[in-house]
């Protein structure tokens, strides 16, 4: 696995972009500089926590969606990933498809022990 900040730097990057802000936005959010933002995407800065935190509130994200998933389950990240990407009503479709089969494969699990 490339070192944690490469990682880190790589969310923050897709994050950013999924938003549609420049480094120059999101550094003017951050209070820091478009050079700080950039060595944060990069991994050549490591993101400190209370940046991490700052950053989280601006994207509205989990801290945790900054780090790798304990997981080995590739599919849920990419799904993951393709969300962050989408515009909130674009998200809103992918949550109310994704309820609605979770209905019903519920239904069908309880007909076949009922």
């Known amino acids: 696995m490339e070192n944690l900040a490469a990682y880190v730097g790589s969310r923050i990057r897709k994050l950013r972009e999924a938003r549609n802000l420049t480094p120059e936005e ?3 959010k951050l209070g820091v500089s478009r050079v700080a933002v ?3 995407e990069t991994g050549a800065r490591k993101a400190n926590q209370d940046t991490l935190y700052d950053l989280a509130s601006i994207f509205h994200v989990s801290i945790n969606d900054f ?4 997981t080995s389950d590739n599919n849920s990240q990419a799904l993951i990933d393709i969300y962050e990407q989408l515009l ?3 998200q809103k479709h992918v949550f109310n498809y994704a309820n609605k089969q979770l209905i019903q494969q519920k239904n069908a699990y309880s007909s076949k022990i009922g």
């Not at 780090?67 to 304990?70: G, H, K, M, V």
């Open 26 to 28: 999101l550094a003017e």
């Open 38 to 40: 950039n060595r944060y």
């Open 88 to 90: 909130p009503n674009r």
């Open 67 to 70: 780090f790798p998933s304990t």
